[in-house]
């Protein structure tokens, strides 16, 4: 049976040429870029190579980029890091309620430590109200989180426009964009962003490698003290080989990146297509207009999501109930809580699937067919 | 080529490195996912785990993965502040302590909390004696390196857990990232254990907070609460294989060629204890068998790192860490060596694939190296 693996938001396979870029250095550079022999400044100039790869990428200059073992470090380190650093101004923080647990857990954190966090609640498309954030916003406030693209439902948020809105304001305005980044074309100038998450095995990277752009002149709290690696705002040798991987992937996902949007919006309607053709009644969780292209989330009324992803499975379909990071034990989702309320049925019924490198028209169809025979089955139709 | 730099880092094992390469091929699932690729890859991860317990006599549970020895420092020290602090709020460490741990420190302290960096003796070793009259009621945390990174020294890592095993409220880590694979070290009286791959040819971006289980810590990440909640970030299969792999290696090699590279050491001491103008800061007794560190006299360290370097033999001033700040050895400047010799200093470490012949060759080339350089100084 072939497996058709759709939860590339989860994580995903690595590009073959990002493999051989990491065995590469592995093998031949494998020296300490802190080191001054010539082991140590060819290990340093893969490390520059990448981070003006980074750079280029969003539109940032060399130094506004660290490099962090992922995109969970990268968020703590920008959010924790500005409220540590920017206490004196306030004690206040904005995100909203469908952040990723990397954002929420550290913001809960921060409220146990005396900060105080304004969780803005989101409408059924799943996109927050500009309108609330401007009433949220105080004079102490420090720092707005707000995610470029949800991970479950996959809505985007009007980054630009909170990016005009903080334009004037001392708050610093950080998104992570760890599932947005290599699917949505993204200029942190323009858009005026002031820090941004990256996570490299999102985009066929490696894994426990991410970064973090930091605007030049952010005050920024380090959290890992040691030696004086990433302008000492991040310690810790820097892990080479999985940078070289790293550069190789944001390569690949920048020259992709139109025909990678265009197969996956057009693998969206595809699955969409087959269960309509085939009767199935079915949500969708967000909106099709302001959405990821690889990530889809639907709700099937009268099925559970246990017996739905176990079915997956056993016909070959690796697909999610919601983040992967939640669905070690499946608890109800807080994004579809945020969009839907508590006592919503789609809490229970919602299926995320995510496309990614490898996946094919065919296989879509296989999918879309696995899908509507068990959604069927489970519904006594 | 002779690479004499191992302590700044190593070159992975081939086996390592197929075995990152194969997972991340064949199991790229998140551990996380519930589907079939997630559970092959928490499997492998669990698989992993096992044995790096294994190899290091405990339980399976008592290992929190990290992304390296800087963040397994970082979080064994502040985790343990946090979540103790209301018991008390003094550390004790010692001077010659990487920075992850030193800095570590120092930023505890302007959060209020009291540090005692301990000092050493000219062998650069602490005493237990000195840890016994540091602790206080508030002391928490004894944080003390099992090897010295710069100089190879050993702490009397037993003596200071059996001290602490008679003070049920002081927890006890040890930075073990350069000892591990080289001098044995037991964590049976050890709370908190600090290892980094790279440094025991796995992968850079890999490292192991070992913690006895009880211990109370405060997580620095905070997320998908992987890793028992310890630290969220998703799990890194590939390069935790490859740890677990390399870890087994070096400790078969420890055992097979242990003596060898002891032997190299040796040699290589004895011939540089033959020159007039060469100072050995490196301890005769209770030194690790890879880490040599000497001056040659009016020579700027840098210049001979530089000068070896083009003649094939890749060395380091101090930790490659601090290498590039040019500032003079804090651990050598604790240990009374005076300012203009600790400038000199160089640091050669070996790995189990060095040979004497290595060695000879080396020796030969410093002493045809200094000369020429002797002049251009002068």
Same mark, same amino acid.
């Given at each position: 049976?072939?497996?058709i693996y ?6 995903t396979?690595m590009h ?5 870029a990491?065995?590469r ?5 494998f020296?300490?870029p ?5 082991f ?6 893969v490390?520059?190579?990448?981070r003006?790869?980074?750079a280029?990428?969003? *539109?940032?200059?060399?130094n ?9 470090e990268?968020?703590?380190l920008a ?27 550290t913001?809960?954190q ?8 304004? $969780? ?9 109200r ?7 916003l105080?004079?102490?406030?420090i720092l707005?989180s707000?995610? $470029?693209g949800?991970n479950?439902?996959?809505?985007l948020q009007?980054i ?8 004037d304001?001392?708050?610093?305005f ?6 947005? $980044? ?24 490696p ?6 752009y ?5 005050a920024?709290?380090?959290a ?6 990433e ?5 810790g040798?820097e892990?080479v080989?999985?940078?070289? *991987?790293?550069?190789?992937a944001?390569?690949l ?5 139109e025909?990678?949007?265009e ?14 053709d085939?009767q199935?009644t079915?949500h ?6 302001? =959405?990821?292209?690889h990530?889809?989330n639907?709700?099937f009324?009268?099925t559970?999501?246990e ?6 499975d056993?016909a ?5 109930s ?14 579809l ?5 508590k006592d =919503?049925d789609?809490?229970?019924?919602s ?7 490898t ?16 959604v ?6 | ?7 700044a ?8 490195l197929?075995t ?6 064949q199991?790229?699932?998140?551990p996380?996912s ?10 492998l991860l669990f ?7 294994s190899?290091?006599g405990?339980e399976?549970?008592?290992i ?11 979080l064994?020290?502040k985790?343990t502040a ?8 003094h ?5 010659t ?13 302007e959060?209020g ?5 301990l ?6 070793q602490v005493?237990?004696?000195d840890v ?7 002391t ?6 099992h090897v010295?990174?710069?100089t190879?020294?050993i ?11 008679n ?5 006890f880590?040890?930075d ?6 080289k001098?044995?070290l037991?964590?049976?009286?050890i709370?908190?254990c600090?290892?980094?791959?790279h ?6 971006g ?6 006895k ?5 405060s997580a620095l ?14 799990e ?18 420890r055992?097979e060629?242990g ?15 033959g020159?007039q103008d ?8 209770g030194?690790?068998?890879?880490i ?9 360290g840098?210049?001979?790192?530089h ?9 380091s ?5 601090s ?6 050895s ?5 240990m009374?060596v ?41």
């Amino acid at each position: 049976m072939e497996r058709i693996y759709l939860d590339h938001a989860a994580t995903t396979p690595m590009h073959p040429e990002v493999i051989e870029a990491v065995s590469r250095q592995m093998g031949e550079v494998f020296g300490n870029p802190s080191s001054i022999h010539s082991f140590g400044r060819t290990a340093r100039h893969v490390v520059d190579t990448a981070r003006s790869t980074a750079a280029k990428s969003i *539109g940032a200059d060399f130094n506004e980029i660290i490099f962090t073992s992922g995109g969970t470090e990268a968020d703590n380190l920008a959010i924790t890091g500005i409220a540590k650093a920017m206490k004196q101004k306030g004690r206040h923080i904005i995100t909203t309620a469908i952040e990723h647990h990397a954002v929420l857990h550290t913001c809960e954190q921060l409220e146990r430590e005396g900060h105080e966090v304004t $969780y803005l609640p989101v409408g059924e498309d799943g996109q927050l109200r500009l309108a609330d954030l401007e009433e949220a916003l105080r004079e102490d406030t420090i720092l707005v989180s707000v995610m $470029y693209g949800n991970n479950e439902v996959g809505t985007l948020q009007p980054i630009a426009d909170i990016g005009q809105l903080l334009k004037d304001h001392q708050a610093v305005f950080h998104t992570d964009a760890v599932q947005a $980044y290599g699917m949505e074309s993204i200029d942190v100038k323009a858009a005026h962003i002031d820090l941004l998450s990256v996570s490299s095995h999102k985009i066929n990277g490696p894994k426990g490698i991410g970064f973090l752009y930091a605007k030049e002149g952010i005050a920024l709290e380090p959290a890992l003290f040691g030696g004086e690696q990433e302008r000492k705002r991040r310690a810790g040798t820097e892990n080479v080989p999985a940078i070289a *991987g790293f550069n190789k992937a944001i390569e690949l996902a920048a020259s992709s990146l139109e025909e990678k949007r265009e197969l996956y919006t057009g693998f969206k309607k595809q699955l969409i297509n087959i269960l309509e053709d085939k009767q199935i009644t079915f949500h969708l969780n967000g909106t099709l207009e302001q =959405s990821l292209p690889h990530v889809v989330n639907l709700s099937f009324p009268g099925t559970d999501v246990e017996s739905m992803l176990v079915n997956l499975d056993l016909a070959g379909i690796a697909a999610s109930s919601g983040s992967a990071c939640t669905a070690g034990s499946i608890e109800p989702s807080h994004v579809l809580v945020a969009m839907y309320g508590k006592d =919503s049925d789609r809490l229970r019924n919602s299926i995320r699937f995510s496309f990614g490198l490898t996946n094919t028209k065919e296989q879509i169809d296989q999918a879309g067919e696995a899908v509507a025979k068990i959604v069927a089955r489970l519904t006594n139709k | 080529m002779i690479y004499f730099d191992n302590s700044a880092t190593t070159k992975p094992y081939k086996e390592a490195l197929s075995t990152y390469v194969k997972v991340n091929e064949q199991f790229f699932g998140n551990p996380s996912s519930l589907h079939h690729l997630g559970l092959q890859a928490e499997r492998l991860l669990f698989e992993s785990r096992k044995q790096m317990a294994s190899l290091l006599g405990t339980e399976a549970e008592n290992i929190i993965f990290t992304s390296g020895g800087t963040e397994a420092n970082n979080l064994a020290i502040k985790g343990t502040a946090l979540a103790n602090m209301h018991r008390g709020r003094h550390i004790i460490t010692q001077q010659t302590e990487h920075p992850s741990v030193i800095n570590a420190c120092q930023q505890l302290e302007e959060h209020g909390f009291r540090v005692s960096y301990l000092p050493v003796d000219s062998h650069g070793q602490v005493s237990a004696e000195d840890v016994a009259a540091a602790l206080t009621n508030e002391t928490i945390l004894v944080s003390i390196m099992h090897v010295n990174n710069e100089t190879g020294a050993i702490q009397p890592i037993q003596e200071i857990a059996k001290l602490l095993k008679n003070e049920p409220q002081v927890l006890f880590h040890v930075d073990d990232v350069q000892g591990r694979g080289k001098v044995p070290l037991n964590l049976e009286n050890i709370d908190l254990c600090t290892l980094s791959a790279h440094k025991f040819h796995g992968l850079k971006g890999n490292g192991v907070l070992y913690k006895k289980k009880g211990v109370k810590l405060s997580a620095l990440l905070s997320g998908g609460n992987q890793e028992s909640g310890f630290r969220s970030g998703t799990e890194n299969a590939g390069g935790v294989a490859a740890m677990a792999k390399a870890l087994r290696l070096i400790e078969e090699h420890r055992r097979e060629h242990g003596e060898r590279l002891r032997a190299v050491q040796q040699f290589l001491r004895k011939e540089l204890e033959g020159r007039q103008d060469v100072i050995i800061h490196t301890p005769r007794e209770g030194c690790a068998p890879h880490i040599l560190n000497f001056s040659v006299e009016r020579l700027k360290g840098e210049v001979l790192v530089h000068a070896l370097e083009e003649r094939g033999c890749y060395l380091s001033t101090t930790s490659a860490c601090s290498s590039r700040q040019k500032k003079t050895s804090t651990v050598l400047t604790a240990m009374g060596v005076p300012k203009e010799i600790a400038d000199s200093s160089v640091r050669l470490s070996l790995s189990y694939e060095n040979t004497r012949q290595e060695a000879e060759a080396f020796i030969q080339i410093l002493k045809d190296t200094i000369p020429t350089l002797a002049k251009v100084q002068r």
